[in-house]
């Protein structure tokens, strides 16, 4: 096993359970470390199919509250134990955020080694690069028995006021909207599913959008993964 103390942390990048501060933090690190980054590769495509593989839910936001209660008063002890010693910001949060990375890390190691044993339910699986007209980032589609996962890095977050919408195209059609809308990490990262699958859909397409999103694209697409 690698000596980064940080490689417990792949397993809550990939599923997005790092907050804002420490996911900037750690897009940082991994571009110097590449246990790390060897890591992430590893756990990411199981992370990807996750949201293919059971009904979604928005958590309550009463559990986040909670959760993040109970990391606050851990980091309030562990300041209070060691006064004098300075720590990176990452490592503040003490035992009890380490084990949430390290639990989220075993799940998704998990849930891979599964996959691998199982038969290979994720073996259908196909990845789809696409175009983005922002400088530097990047998008892809996974895509198993229909349904698909779009995954973006390095995006610029959305003005203001305004969120980011997926829409899905076919047949020559004008684009169809769906209720999928997200923001990105402060990394410029985001993983979101494709309402209604891709059956018959030959584009998939992200534009900006007004604060609840719209029926039809107010501006051009940032985003573009063709020949679904």
């Known amino acids: 096993m690698s000596g980064c103390p940080r490689i417990d942390d792949a397993g809550a990048w990939v599923l997005g359970a790092l907050a804002d501060d420490e996911a900037a933090a750690y897009a940082i690190h991994l571009r110097a470390c590449d246990a790390c980054t060897a890591e992430v590769a590893r756990l990411q495509p199981v992370a990807d199919v996750l949201p293919m593989a059971a009904e979604q839910h928005a958590p309550p936001p009463e559990l986040r509250r909670r959760i993040m209660d ?79 996962v779009l995954r973006v890095r390095g995006m610029q977050a959305p003005p203001a ?35 209604g699958g891709v059956d018959g859909v030959d584009q998939v397409l992200v534009t900006t959008e007004p604060d609840g999103g719209s029926s039809a694209p107010s501006g051009a697409p940032v985003v573009v993964v063709r020949s679904v």
């Open 70 to 148: 109970v990391v606050r008063e851990e980091a309030g002890r562990s300041a209070a134990t060691s006064p004098r010693v300075r720590r990176a910001p990452w490592a503040r949060l003490g035992g009890a955020r380490r084990a949430w990375a390290a639990a989220a890390a075993a799940l998704v190691a998990g849930l891979a080694v599964g996959l691998a044993v199982g038969g290979g339910e994720g073996g259908g699986a196909r990845t789809i690069a696409g175009s983005v007209t922002q400088y530097g980032g990047r998008a892809e589609l996974v895509i198993r028995d229909g349904e698909a």
């Open 161 to 195: 006021g305004r969120v980011y919408q997926v829409w899905t195209a076919g047949g020559g059609g004008a684009p169809r909207p769906t209720d999928a809308l997200f923001r990105v990490r402060r990394d410029g990262s985001a993983t979101v599913g494709v309402p």
